[in-house]
T-cell receptor
Framework: DAGITQSPRYKITETGRQVTLMCHQT?????MFWYRQDLGHGLRLIYY???????DKGEVPDGYVVSRSKTENFPLTLESATRSQTSVYFC?????????????FGPGTRLTVT | GIQVEQSPPDLILQEGANSTLRCNFS?????LQWFHQNPWGQLINLFY???GTKQNGRLSATTVATERYSLLYISSSQTTDSGVYFC???????????FGTGTKLQVIP
């Protein structure tokens, strides 16, 4: 039972480069989320998706693009990376069952933009 | 938006001691979760507890939604309990998850 995985786990890129962070879950959860974690800000929601082909902005979406062509995958793309996007990125998923909104987190990707 | 405050911000315990972490929120919430972020950065689900009391081994949690707070109890603390504890709440729409600022716990032998 792999659960939710993220790749790469560590990434160093240069300013202006495009970079894609991958998220894959094996539970068939409908909802998926991307967060970034920075010192002094805690975890902040970037984008979320309620189902395949349905995405919406969270608190800090600028500079990021998401897509969700398949239920199990939710990639996050930084189209032109900036130093302010240096952060730890967490993907999460949650079942469609509206009795519970429990979220399950991946291991995170540490991204450094030089 | 909703404000989520956790206290204390930092806590140092001797191994074997008990502790209570608090999460206050400024508005009514639909859901509440407690997480433990271990020293390696992994976020681990502890409790999904929009109301009531739950227990899991040495940990238990209580949420009093009407008074807008939740408590996490850690008994007989161990060094592996070290890390940061977050509460996260849903308010309004399902996507509006707000995390608290966290309590950093260090358990020393």
């Amino acid at each position: 039972d792999a659960g939710i995985t993220q790749s790469p786990r560590y990434k160093i890129t240069e300013t202006g480069r495009q970079v894609t962070l991958m998220c894959h879950q094996t539970w068939s959860h409908s909802y998926m989320f991307w967060y970034r974690q920075d010192l002094g800000h805690g975890l902040r929601l970037i984008y979320y998706s309620a189902a395949a082909d349905i995405t919406d902005k969270g608190e800090v979406p600028d500079g990021y693009v998401v897509s969700r062509s398949k239920t199990e995958n939710f990639p996050l793309t930084l189209e032109s990376a900036t130093r302010s996007q240096t952060s730890v990125y967490f993907c999460a998923s949650s079942p469609r069952d509206r009795v519970t909104y429990e979220q399950y987190f991946g291991p995170g990707t540490r991204l450094t933009v030089t | 938006g909703i404000q989520v405050e956790q206290s204390p911000p930092d806590l140092i315990l001797q191994e074997g001691a008990n502790s209570t972490l608090r999460c206050n929120f400024s508005d009514s919430v639909n859901n509440l979760q407690w997480f433990h972020q271990n020293p390696w950065g992994q976020l681990i689900n502890l409790f999904y507890i929009p109301s009531g009391t739950k227990q899991n081994g040495r940990l238990s949690a209580t949420t009093v939604a009407t008074e807008r707070y939740s408590l996490l109890y850690i008994s007989s603390s161990q060094t592996t309990d070290s890390g940061v504890y977050f509460c996260a709440v849903n308010s309004g729409g399902y996507q509006k998850v707000t995390f608290g600022t966290g309590t950093k716990l260090q358990v020393i032998p």
